[in-house]
């Protein structure tokens, strides 16, 4: 029905940088907010960016001056640029959208996620 496809993980190192995608596709009427969230093993997943639609970008403390989140509305895709990184930025880095399908259902859907590592 509906689903998001990330990229652009991978291996970098400290003060390296990374852009992620991810694309929504499917039976979607309106994405009302898409954003990024990060996992890390044995932690609780967390918000790293929003930007809901006509509104303001939101950005975790831990993040804000060296991420950028970015979105083209016109290809339901979500950007996130990541610059500066930090060994404490790996993580799994899921993609989330929140959207009204096209049989009016307002729902949350998540990537498969996309790993990144940082280390020397």
């Known amino acids: 029905q509906v689903q998001l496809v990330e990229s652009g993980g991978g291996l970098v190192q400290p003060g390296g940088s990374l852009r992620l995608s991810c694309a929504a596709s499917g039976s979607i009427r309106t994405i009302y907010a898409m954003a990024w969230y990060s996992q890390a093993p044995g932690k609780q997943r967390e918000l790293v960016a929003a930007?809901?639609?006509?509104?303001?970008?939101n950005y975790a403390d831990s993040v804000k001056g060296r991420f950028t989140i970015s979105r083209d509305y016109a290809k339901n895709t979500v950007y996130l640029q990541m610059n500066g990184l930090k060994p404490e930025d790996t993580a799994v880095y899921y993609c989330?959208?929140?959207?009204?399908?096209?049989?009016?259902?307002?729902?949350?859907?998540w990537g498969q996620g996309t790993q990144v590592t940082v280390s020397s």
């Open positions: 989330n959208a929140d959207l009204r399908d096209l049989m009016y259902a307002r729902r949350n859907y």
């Open positions: 930007i809901p639609t006509g509104g303001s970008t």
